[in-house]
């Protein structure tokens, strides 16, 4: 199982970017599916989540600004960020719960990272 994100990039204060991230691979259902972010010599944080059901939660300092939804079954989760701040430079990481395998290997479930996209918000 692979988390695949883009989206990610270089974009002046009070502008937009959308992130995006699938899941492929042996992939049966996907749980809850989420976006953390890691500022340059900050620990990383929950910026949104999504359970599998649509109901959603954000951080403090996003709320009003970003919105996380998903398609499943693209298996994919989606982040539209707008009105981004310098404060909001970071590494994206996607992140998902996922049950995998087949009736010949078994199922599994374990959580899975995306490997990051750099958004730099920046005039």
């Known amino acids: 199982v692979q988390l695949q994100a883009s989206g990610g990039g270089l974009v002046q204060p009070g502008g937009s970017l959308r992130l995006s991230c699938a899941a492929s691979g042996d992939v049966v259902r996907v749980n809850n599916m989420g976006w953390y972010r890691q500022a340059p010599g900050k620990q990383r944080e929950l910026a949104a989540a999504?359970?599998?059901?649509?109901?959603?939660n954000y951080a403090d300092s996003v709320k009003g600004r970003f919105t996380i939804s998903r398609d499943n079954a693209k298996k994919a989760v989606y982040l539209q960020m707008n009105s981004l701040t310098p404060e909001d430079t970071a590494v994206y990481y996607c992140?998902?719960?996922?049950?995998?395998?087949?009736?010949?290997?078994?199922?599994?479930?374990?959580?899975?990272w995306g490997r990051g996209t750099q958004v730099t918000v920046s005039s």
């Open positions: 999504i359970s599998s059901g649509g109901s959603t």
């Open positions: 992140n998902a719960n996922v049950v995998y395998g087949s009736s010949w290997s078994g199922y599994n479930t374990r959580e899975f």
